[in-house]
């Protein structure tokens, strides 16, 4: 893998986005992007705070680099498309939430780490956190065109589900309890 390793990823998944068999494809690429993580340091280097910063989207896919601060937990929220994300470094905390009958509820978590690759389906809600003292540095891709989709965001306390924008998501950020 060379310093372009990200614009080949980028290049591969675009063309993959458009096939039928598009997360399986694009989860093998993605193990292969994050199997070697120093390769990634110059085209995707820490900046010391919370930042996504999107390398591609168009309405076949979208491709974001993310880097998550330790010490928030991050509020719940959904996508409305496929979704497959890989750890360059650091961990990321998922806790996973259904619908029920009153609304949204608590349903598992998982943690993955450098070198693992996640995918979740349209319905999927989430909400993620960096673990430890870490930052985490991870790439997620989207099957469509995130930012046309209506997304709703959900209240870390009460749950309420309202329409998702940067500002709310935010301010819904919390304090994370100190991990032993
Ligand atoms: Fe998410």
């Excluded at 986005?17 to 070697?36: S, Y």
């Excluded at 390769?39 to 993310?66: A, Q, R």
């Excluded at 985490?136 to 989709?149: D, Q």
């Excluded at 924008?165 to 032993?180: I, M, N, Q, S």
């Amino acid at each position: 893998m060379t310093s372009t390793a990200l614009a080949e990823f980028v290049a591969t998944c675009r063309e993959l986005a458009k096939t039928q068999d598009a997360v399986l494809t694009i989860r093998d690429a993605m193990e292969q992007l994050v199997a070697d993580p120093t390769k990634l340091d110059d085209e995707f280097p820490l900046t010391g705070t919370d930042s996504d910063v999107t390398l591609h989207e168009d309405e076949h896919i979208s491709i974001i680099t993310c880097e998550t601060m330790p010490g928030i937990n991050q509020p719940p929220h959904d996508h409305l498309l496929q979704v497959v994300i890989g750890i360059i470094d650091g961990a990321e905390v998922h806790r996973f939430f259904h619908r029920g009958p009153d609304g949204i509820e608590a349903a598992g978590g998982r943690t993955i780490a450098a070198g693992d690759v996640l995918s979740m389906q349209p319905e999927a809600i989430h909400a993620i956190a960096a673990q430890g003292p870490e930052t985490c540095r991870a790439v997620h891709v989207y099957l469509g065109s995130l930012s046309s989709v209506d997304r709703s965001l959900f209240h870390p306390e009460t749950f309420v589900e309202e329409p998702m924008t940067l500002e709310r998501y935010a301010e819904f950020g919390r304090p994370a309890p100190a991990r032993v």
